[in-house]
């Protein structure tokens, strides 16, 4: 697999996967006549968001990069600076896209680091599944391997936040050859053997059950500092309607929050090797985070790489990126600087 084009579909067209729905059964209902496959079985129904919804996003002004990622899905990441420099992979969560991190790529390009960042299939510039149940921590553990894979990428240092480290640390656990450190800021690997909280429980309640789903109003919540207009309207501009939200919606119904939950054994898996990981670890963690920001003791506690590092407790809260990106870039930039052994 490789880059495709860059074509994109209207507000009003679709795209469709040549495959079978997640659930592998006839759905019920009507469908778009061009949603049956030639065995009469309902493949998976996509969005692309028009290109018109990111024109003049403020501070992003990145190069477009496409690749499909299996099931017929493209997805699409920044990749900046050189391509022969050491990558820099940067995962967003819930509900956000690469856009999180667009004060963080240019530090690292400039440092001649490879910045890498896409864009979660259901997110961002990515396709969009329009039915919940197409959606699986497996898919998207699946969409983001194939994509690292394609690319070869190799001596990783991967940052993750929220949704992007339940990603990013298993797959980190389960290529470690092809990372080199980690930086996890606000996020964690829950394996569904404790309780989630009571604030969480509230966020997915929500998600599932509000019948307005305002992404840029949420991320401003999510954050210390108050966004603009112009930046809550970038987190918006990848869903014009509730059709190409069926992501956001489903992100948090796929937490694993009990023993016998689906993701449960490859995360506890993961958590096993995150156990035994003696590569450098770091954490750099918003301390206003209700959710996620004391899970950095917890991560600490567990990882051996991540003894004797420059932890921090940052001024920010769960979008921490968007309270201190260009901080934390420039943390991580020098940190790796102190990690490579001097010429002599």
């Known amino acids: 697999m ?62 477009e990069h496409h690749a499909e990622v299996g099931d017929g899905l493209r997805m699409h990441y920044v990749d900046e600076g050189p391509r022969d420099g050491s990558p820099v992979l940067m995962l967003h969560g819930e509900p956000t ?37 197409d959606y699986s921590y497996q898919a998207h553990m699946d969409w983001v391997t194939t994509w690292m894979l394609d690319l070869d990428l190799r001596g990783i240092t991967l940052i993750c936040q929220d949704w992007g480290s339940l990603i990013g ?34 966020w997915r309640a929500f998600a599932r059950r509000t019948p307005v789903f305002p992404i840029g109003r949420i991320v401003d919540f999510g954050t210390q500092r108050k966004l603009t207009s112009a930046e809550r309207a970038a987190y918006d501009a990848p869903f014009p309607d509730r059709s190409f939200k069926a992501g956001a919606r489903m992100f948090p119904r796929l937490v694993p929050t009990s023993p016998s939950d689906p993701a449960a054994p490859a995360n506890r898996a993961a958590w096993q090797t995150l156990g035994e990981w003696q590569k450098p670890f770091l954490t750099l963690f918003g301390a206003a985070d209700p959710i996620l920001g004391k899970m950095d003791r917890q991560l600490r506690a567990h990882v051996p790489g991540s003894e004797g590092q420059p932890h921090a407790r940052l001024s920010g809260s769960h979008f921490v990126q968007e309270d ?21």
């Not at 074509?7 to 996967?17: E, I, L, Q, R, T």
């Not at 470690?176 to 606000?186: K, M």
């Open 324 to 344: 201190a990106g260009v901080e934390i870039a420039q943390r991580t930039v020098d940190w790796i600087a102190s990690l490579e052994p001097t010429a002599t």
């Open 169 to 202: 640390l298993r797959l980190a656990a389960e290529n470690v050859e092809r990372f080199d450190r980690i930086v996890v800021a606000n996020g964690f690997l829950p394996t569904g053997d404790h309780d989630p909280g009571s604030a969480f429980k509230v």
């Open 2 to 63: 490789g880059p495709v084009g860059n074509s994109a579909k209207g507000p009003k067209s679709w795209a469709f996967a040549r495959h079978r729905s997640a659930t592998g059964v006839y759905r019920d209902g009507h469908a778009h006549p061009d949603a049956y496959d030639q065995r009469g079985l309902i493949t998976m129904q996509t969005r692309r968001t028009p290109d018109a919804r990111f024109a003049e996003l403020p501070d992003y002004p990145f190069a």
């Open 97 to 133: 896209w690469s856009y999180l991190y667009r004060h963080m790529i240019p530090v690292f390009a400039g440092a001649g680091m490879r910045a890498l960042a896409p864009d979660l299939i259901g997110f961002g510039k990515s396709d969009k599944p329009t039915q919940m149940d």
